[in-house]
C-alpha cells in the first residue's frame, strides 16, 4: 500500500516516544477527526512532571490503560494520582502474552488483533460507555505498554467509526512502529542476552497485522457500527461516540 496519508506526529515529550492525537485524518464526512479529544500512547510510566503538566493543559483527564495486572506493577502509570485525572484499567489480557511485554505469542498480531474484537466486547464496552457516559467533553489518554498493539486495536475502532478510510488506519498503525523502534532493538537484545530470539515482527508494526483485522471486521461485523451494536451499545450512543470524534457533540 503506498503511503500518501501522514500519520499524526508524537507530542513532544520526555518520557514517551508515540503520544500522538488521533485528530487531523480525514473522513468520508468531508470534515477531519479532531483534535484535542484522544490520544494514543505507549508507557505512561516514564512521563516527567513537564509532561503530565502538558497532558493536563492539553486537556487529559481520563487514562485507560490496556495493560495488564503484571504490566502496571511493574510500572506504574504517573498519570494514577495525578490531579483529577481518572484512571481506569481494562484488562485485556491477563497475563503478559503479547510482544509488548517480551513474551512469546502463539498468535500472529492480527490474529491477537482479530480476537480482542472478537472476545472483548464486554471490555470494549465498558471502556466506550463510560467514555460516552462521563468523559465526552475531555481529552481521553489511552495506552499499553508500546502503545501498538492493543492501543493500536482501539485507535482502530475509533477511526472507522469517524469515518476514516483503511489507509488513514493502517497509516496511524504503521508509523507507530517506527516511532518505538528504538526502544524495541533494546528489547530484542535484551532477550537475545538471555537466550531468546524475539520474532521481530512482534515487535514492529507492519501492515497487514491491520489490514487482516479490518478484512475480519468487514466479513464477519459489516461496519464498526455493527460491531459496536453486538458489543451492547445503542445507536445513539453510537451517534455520540461519533460526535465526540469529530467535533461535533
Not at 470534515?31 to 479529544?37: C, H, K, L, R, S
Not at 502474552?97 to 491477537?112: F, K, V
Not at 445507536?235 to 460526535?243: F, G, V, Y
Request: glycine residues 8%.
Amino acid at each position: 500500500m503506498s503511503r500518501t496519508v501522514r500519520a499524526s506526529r508524537p507530542i513532544k515529550l520526555d518520557g514517551a516516544r508515540n503520544v500522538r492525537d488521533l485528530g487531523g485524518y480525514p473522513t468520508k464526512y468531508g470534515i477531519n477527526t479532531a483534535t484535542g479529544q484522544f490520544l494514543r500512547a505507549d508507557n505512561p510510566s516514564k512521563l516527567t512532571e513537564d509532561d503530565l503538566d502538558r497532558l493536563y493543559g492539553y486537556g487529559l483527564r481520563l487514562q485507560i490503560d490496556f495493560r495488564s495486572p503484571q504490566e502496571t506493577e511493574k510500572d506504574p502509570s504517573k498519570l494514577q494520582g495525578f490531579k483529577d485525572v481518572v484512571f481506569t484499567n481494562p484488562i485485556m489480557i491477563d497475563d503478559v502474552h503479547s510482544a509488548e511485554g517480551g513474551a512469546a505469542s502463539q498468535q500472529t498480531l492480527g490474529e491477537m488483533y482479530i480476537n480482542f474484537i472478537d472476545n472483548k466486547k464486554d471490555v470494549y464496552l465498558g471502556v466506550l460507555r463510560n467514555i460516552i457516559e462521563n468523559h465526552m467533553d475531555d481529552c481521553v489518554f489511552f495506552n499499553c505498554t508500546a502503545g501498538k498493539d492493543r492501543t493500536g486495536t482501539f485507535a482502530m475502532i475509533l477511526l472507522k467509526l469517524a469515518g476514516c478510510s483503511d489507509e488513514v488506519v493502517v497509516e496511524d498503525y504503521q508509523v507507530t512502529g517506527e516511532n518505538i523502534w528504538p526502544d524495541m532493538k533494546v528489547l530484542i537484545e535484551y532477550y537475545r542476552g538471555l537466550g531468546h530470539n524475539l520474532d521481530e515482527d512482534m515487535v514492529k508494526s507492519n501492515p497487514v497485522h491491520m489490514q487482516l483485522v479490518l478484512g475480519h471486521l468487514r466479513a464477519k461485523y459489516g461496519t464498526i457500527e455493527e460491531w459496536m451494536l453486538e458489543c451492547g451499545l445503542s445507536m445513539a450512543q453510537i451517534d455520540k461516540l461519533r460526535s465526540k470524534m469529530l467535533g461535533q457533540q
